[in-house]
């Protein structure tokens, strides 16, 4: 049951363009979304992060929207540059009696920003 | 401030083998989370220590294994090795059990033959 759902394995995106990474997730308790950025050989790095009672959080180019009664949330990147292009993973945090505050991963989506 | 280190990097192991990852929190950080990323996938939930306890533990099979020590450094171990245990470790530390925004290691690649 994958509670995190990352639908766009890939995007392709002209540098100077707005890039818009989606993420769809089942649970209703999660209380934290979070996305983390990962370039090959290295582990993920924590981007941008929203509480689930909001709805917008904006730092410099990176906005991350949240979407409660869809399910959805989504990081917007404006202007894209190529140093952007990298593996991004949407996560959402859950404290579970059993399993401590874990996180739980989308699949990720590669992007590409072109020159 | 030194960040989450992961050893080794690398690793090739065979099947029905016991391997054992290191890791180093972030300093500051008691508490430690290690995730499973197989290939084309998102990391998935290990377990996390929290000053020196199992704090919690995802869908693995107790072969899955974890300590952490008073300098809040952690291994995982894993014995019976199988095929399908192939794939990128990786730890993350954050300042406490409850924070959320946690720092990643490069990962430990994993092979098993």
């Known amino acids: 049951d994958q509670q995190v759902k990352q639908n766009s394995p890939s995007l392709s995106v002209q540098e100077g363009r707005i890039s818009i990474l989606n993420c769809d997730y089942t649970?209703?308790?999660?209380?934290?979304f979070l996305w983390y950025k990962k370039y090959p050989a290295e582990g993920p790095t924590f981007l941008i992060s929203?509480?689930?009672?909001?709805d917008k959080n904006e730092d410099g180019r990176f906005t991350v929207f949240l979407n409660k009664s869809a399910k959805h949330l989504s990081l917007h990147i404006v202007p894209s540059q190529p140093g952007d292009s990298a593996v991004y993973f949407c996560?959402?945090?859950?404290?579970?009696?059993?399993?401590?505050?874990?996180?739980?991963f989308g699949g990720g989506t590669r992007l590409m920003v072109k020159p | 401030e030194t960040g989450v280190t992961q050893s080794p990097t690398h690793l090739i192991k065979t099947r029905g083998q016991q391997v054992t990852l290191r890791c180093s929190s972030q300093?500051?950080?008691?508490?430690v989370s290690w995730y499973q990323q197989a290939l084309g996938q998102g990391p998935q939930f290990i377990f996390q220590?929290?000053?020196?306890?199992?704090?919690g533990r995802g869908n693995f099979p107790p072969r899955f294994s974890g300590l952490q020590f008073p300098n809040y450094s952690s291994e995982l171990n894993v014995n019976a090795l199988e095929l399908d245990d192939s794939a990128l470790y990786l730890c993350a530390s954050t300042p406490d059990s409850m924070n959320t925004e946690a720092f990643f290691g490069q990962g430990t690649r994993l092979t098993v033959v």
């Open positions: 220590y929290y000053r020196e306890e199992e704090n």
């Open positions: 929203i509480s689930s009672i909001k």
């Open positions: 996560a959402a945090s859950l404290i579970d009696d059993n399993a401590g505050n874990m996180l739980t």
């Open positions: 300093s500051g950080h008691n508490t």
């Open positions: 649970n209703s308790m999660f209380d934290y």
